[in-house]
């Protein structure tokens, strides 16, 4: 069996990185397996992939991927797989295209990753995405809110399932030897939070919680986006910046979730949060936003806050801080809960679908 993965592109995000981790795996499990990206820009990711896969990594193009010529580009492609594996926009919208004026009869995979995007809010696009995703001979939904989501805006759930994102857990468990870092002092409490700097990751309510927290409570935010210097700026009005350390893009996540002292998302909207995931599995207690796509993973293990709500938050963090059984029973938890996150088992799941559309 020929699976080809497109996405539209290996820059940092939950999607990407999830390609880049997975794909290796697939192979050793008897796939073949290529990916095509639409930004053929060479990121640390393709770099890693290319490193760590024995298939093909191409690209489209250096300019928009938003080109619909890029749909004649995609054709060659379709006739050379049996299962087409697709992930995010606009590369749901060009594959399917793509597919239909070339006749091909290659299998098409859709993974939804997110319970919310702008096209549902707009009338033309909620006529053309029913049309889209009915030329899908599987949809994937990374946790339940996804699917109940993408069923009240298709108003259909033909051909839907669930299966939740996965991580290479051990990665996560067996960091032995934390890196000195010297972003703050040993004895501070140190909250991280993993994300792009967009609207969705709301970090500024991050922040404006770190006002309402104790000296000791330090910030440690890992990312990098069109908001990062909104974020800069709010730091340092409110008279934190010595506070917070802003790190842009690492790939040492690892071990800067070991040195980290509790793991935070605090999204406004989510499908899955894969950096909630890897807080639990390095053994540190997670608070998240009570959202859907991210409260199904974190409820009853982790803790949950009102999106937006940095009092409520900063209740949390300050809990975890002054009571250590507290802290400890949380952790615990957290780590239990990643258990059910195995990406080997996600794989496998995968490959049934490969195996049942094809």
């Known amino acids: 069996m020929k699976v080809l993965q497109i996405i539209t592109s290996l820059s940092i995000g939950g999607a990407e990185k999830l390609i880049v981790d997975s794909v290796p795996l697939y192979q050793a499990k008897g796939i073949e397996m290529d990916v095509l990206s ?3 820009r060479k990121t640390p ?16 193009t250096s300019k ?3 080109n619909p010529f890029l749909i004649f580009k995609i054709i060659p492609y379709l006739k050379k797989y049996d299962v087409v594996h697709l992930h995010l926009f606009p590369t749901l919208y060009w594959v399917v295209i793509a597919k239909c004026i070339s006749f091909s009869k290659v299998k098409l995979v859709y993974t939804e990753h997110s319970t919310n995007n702008r096209r549902r809010d707009m009338v033309l696009f909620k006529f053309v995405d029913k049309i889209i995703y009915k030329k899908l001979q599987k949809i994937v939904c990374i946790t339940l809110g996804v699917k109940n989501n993408l069923k009240e805006h298709l108003k259909f759930n033909k051909n839907m399932q669930v299966i939740n994102n996965g991580i290479d857990t051990k990665k996560f468990n067996n960091v032995d030897n934390i890196t000195d870092f010297k972003f703050f002092e040993k004895e501070d409490f140190k909250l991280i939070q993993v994300s792009s700097f967009r609207k969705q990751k709301d970090q500024a309510t991050l922040i404006r919680s770190l006002k309402l927290l104790p000296e000791v409570v330090k910030l440690i935010l890992v990312g990098d986006g069109p908001l990062i210097e909104n974020n800069k700026v709010l730091a340092e009005e409110l008279g934190i910046k010595e506070r917070v350390v802003f790190l842009g893009n690492r790939y040492d996540i690892p071990e800067l979730l070991k040195y980290s002292d509790v793991v935070i998302l605090s999204s406004e909207w989510e499908g899955f949060g894969l950096a909630i995931v890897e807080g639990m599995a390095s053994g540190k207690p997670v608070i998240a936003s009570n959202i859907d796509g991210i ?10 806050f009102e999106k937006g709500n940095e009092k409520e938050l900063e209740i949390l963090v300050r809990k975890l801080l002054e009571d250590n059984d507290f802290y400890q029973k949380n952790a615990r938890q957290c780590l239990l809960r ?8 996600m794989i496998d799941q995968y490959i049934e679908i490969y195996k049942l559309v094809q």
């Open 338 to 345: 990643s258990n059910d996150f195995s990406i080997n088992k």
């Open 295 to 304: 409260k199904e993973i974190v409820k009853d293990h982790g803790l949950l």
């Open 45 to 60: 990711f393709w770099e890693k992939l290319e490193k760590n896969s024995n298939g093909k990594v191409s690209g489209l």
């Open 38 to 40: 639409i930004n053929n």
């Open 64 to 66: 928009s991927i938003y």
